[in-house]
């Protein structure tokens, strides 16, 4: 949407987007920066950086990936079911 067409509560979001993603990537290395260096958003990032966590269930892992998925929809960033799966395989520690 064009910036002049912003309401109040747009401006808002974009600058919580900006405020959040400044804040996740102070905290990357080199490489992982590089890897979502051209996300535009903060839902972005955390797509591109989702990894299973120590100790987590299958189930817990896959309801916040959902979440994620949920969050990019709703700002029109889709992905296929395939890229869908090849992720979730992706961030499985070896150990699977």
Known sequence: KPRILYTDEDRKKVQLNAKDK????????????NRV??????????????LMKENENISSMFVRFTNIINSLQSISKCYTNSEMVRKILRCLPKSW
């Open 22 to 33: 400044h804040v996740i990537i102070c905290a990357l290395n080199s490489n992982e920066f």
């Open 37 to 50: 260096s051209s996300c535009a958003t903060a839902k972005e990032i955390e797509y591109e950086m989702f």
